[in-house]
């Protein structure tokens, strides 16, 4: 099964700032897709972002956009001009091309400074 | 109203009872799924349904059983619960497409107390 890691359980920004999320994966496969979603104190969950790993171009979806570096398995998220409303459990998650499982990292809790 | 749709919202119950946890769908996904998310471990599947006719087992099935009785409605049971399965519990459902990019869509969510 392929893992993910998440190494940041928690990460702090200030309001209107820049923030990085960090998430490596262990695959052997060529073709996959990942993902971002975002957890808020609702519980909800709530997709962010997705890239396949066919495309070079990093995707981008408003204030959020990704690093996809697929020599080095890393795929982090870049939240620009942090907001209140940001505040939430993260989540990167993997899907092979074929494959029938999502597989999840550990999740990382971002907390926004006034 | 919610395309993914979990009952009960909460539940707090006690060791060894019998604990039904209920997911149906307006999305027409044929994918279902069961996770479970605890503080640290992230989300775990336990159960999985390409349609009906189709269960599979996840990472974590020992301890849960589910029914698929319909493309709309998937259940999970707990037979005889126990306090390590107290957690949030999630259904997904996802698309059946030849890209395999189709997310998963999420119910909020069952949080699941066992005392």
């Known amino acids: 099964a392929q893992t993910v890691t998440q190494s940041q359980p928690e990460m702090s920004v200030q309001e209107a700032e820049t923030v990085t999320l960090s998430c490596t994966y262990d695959t052997s496969e060529s073709d996959y897709y990942l993902f971002w979603y975002k957890q808020p104190p609702s519980r909800q969950m709530i997709l962010v972002i997705r890239?396949?790993?066919?495309?070079?171009q990093n995707a981008t979806e408003n204030r959020f956009s990704v690093n996809f570096q697929k020599a080095a398995k890393s795929f982090s998220l870049k939240i620009s001009d942090s907001q209140l409303g940001d505040a939430a459990m993260y989540f990167c998650a993997y899907r092979s091309y074929t494959g029938n499982q999502f597989y999840f990292g550990t999740g990382t809790s971002l907390t926004v400074i006034p | 109203d919610a395309d993914v749709t979990q009952t009960p919202r909460n539940r707090i119950t006690k060791t060894g009872k019998r604990i039904m946890l209920e997911c149906s769908q307006t999305?027409?996904?044929?994918?279902m799924y069961w996770y479970r998310q605890d503080p640290g471990l992230g989300l775990r599947l336990i159960y999985y349904s390409f349609d009906v006719k189709d269960i599979n087992k996840g990472e974590i099935s020992d301890g849960y059983s589910v029914s698929r009785q319909a493309q709309a409605k998937f259940s999970l049971s707990l037979e005889s619960a126990i306090p390590n399965q107290t957690a949030l519990y999630f259904c997904?459902?996802?698309?059946?497409?030849?890209?395999?990019?189709?997310?998963?869509?999420f119910g909020d969510g069952t949080r699941l107390s066992i005392l």
């Open positions: 999305k027409g996904h044929d994918r």
């Open positions: 997904a459902t996802s698309e059946t497409s030849q890209w395999g990019n189709q997310p998963q869509h």
């Open positions: 890239q396949e790993a066919y495309k070079q």
